[in-house]
């Protein structure tokens, strides 16, 4: 994770010199990371607890004290120091990019989605689930809340090959995925399009008219942050790849290595969020297909890395996963 932190602290730095880039709120994401921390721990302690209290344990107390491993505690607080300088240098690389590679395949991304589905894709969405959009918009918010909860749940877990991969695959996506891959297909979404290109496509309207008050909020308070260029929590718009979908394809990844019975729910999640994303204007159905390449992508190569010590031929990676299969 150092590492990573490193590079995306390096990056910033560079784009800041040049006067590109604006300070990271650290302190901002210190708070959120604290705050997913803290829940994570909650549940993490109940669930331990519990299956202490199944075994029957007769002292839960110093069977807690003797479970307790200095080693992963010691991770735990770097990750927590080290995560939000890494999420706050992305934060601020993000906001740059339209000053270094100006928005550039809204047009296209847009003229494709209209030749594939014959129209836009949320126009389709909002003629199907016109009347779900508020529920749709309470929906959406909960991507961060999850990708906190699922990042120090697996944080917290105890090592092994497949938490060593879905570490390094969360930590891979964001410079990868969400720095790099946004920089070179450097685009705004649907929500930002009259804004940026001109015209009146109705997206707005439509949204005010349905009771997306949560985008409308999150429209106005990134457009006035772009307008005026000052740095914001979770600031900066991108849209292709969508990290919405690429960390919501991480998600059912994870959730398939650790409970494979249970990876249907990953994946609908995913459905759901990208499905959300295009209702609400904040991606072309396309971003979600980029994102979810690029997460297909980090978690093989995240595999490459975890099992790299060869074994009569194969990784140990590739040992575990053929017994998983």
């Known amino acids: ?33 604290l705050t997913g921390l803290g829940v994570a721990l909650i549940i993490f302690f109940l669930w331990h607890l519990l299956a202490i209290y ?15 491993d200095g080693r992963r505690a010691i991770a735990v607080v770097i990750a927590t120091v080290l995560g939000p300088v890494a999420a706050g240098a992305f934060s601020a690389m993000k906001a740059a990019i339209p000053l270094v590679v100006p928005f550039y395949l809204d047009a296209r991304l847009t003229s494709f989605e209209r030749i594939v589905f014959g129209t836009d894709a949320w126009r389709i969405s909002h003629a199907i689930l016109g009347r779900a959009t508020p529920l749709i918009d309470s929906f959406y918010l909960s991507w961060l809340p999850v990708m906190l909860l699922a990042f120090n749940l697996v944080l917290l877990s105890r090592p ?16 990868l995925v969400g720095t790099i891959g946004g920089y070179l297909m450097s685009s705004a979404g649907p929500i930002f399009h009259d804004a940026l290109l001109g015209g009146h496509s109705g997206l707005l309207d439509a949204l005010q008219r349905e009771g997306a008050k949560g985008s409308l909020l999150a429209y106005d308070h990134l457009w006035t942050a772009y307008a005026n260029r000052f740095a914001t929590l979770g600031g900066g718009i991108s849209a292709m790849p969508s990290m ?37 204007g904040w991606h072309y159905a396309s971003d979600g297909v980029g994102g979810m390449i690029g997460a297909l992508i980090v978690w093989q190569a995240a595999g490459a890395v975890a099992g790299f010590r060869l074994r009569g031929g194969r990784s140990d990676f590739q040992t575990e996963a053929a017994a998983v299969d």
């Open 244 to 280: 919405h979908i690429g960390m919501a394809c991480w998600l059912a990844l994870t959730l398939r290595s650790y409970f494979p019975k249970m990876q249907w729910a990953g994946w609908a999640y995913m459905a759901a969020i990208w499905l959300s994303s295009i209702h609400l």
């Open 160 to 175: 092994s090959p497949t938490k060593t991969r879905s570490m390094i695959a969360y930590l891979l996506m964001w410079p």
């Open 54 to 68: 199944r075994q029957g344990e007769a002292s839960p107390a110093k069977r807690i004290l003797r479970d307790f």
């Open 1 to 33: 994770m150092a590492a990573v932190a490193a590079v995306q602290f390096g990056g910033w730095f560079l784009l800041w010199r040049e006067g590109v880039a604006r300070a990271p709120l650290i302190g901002l994401y210190d708070i959120v990371a």
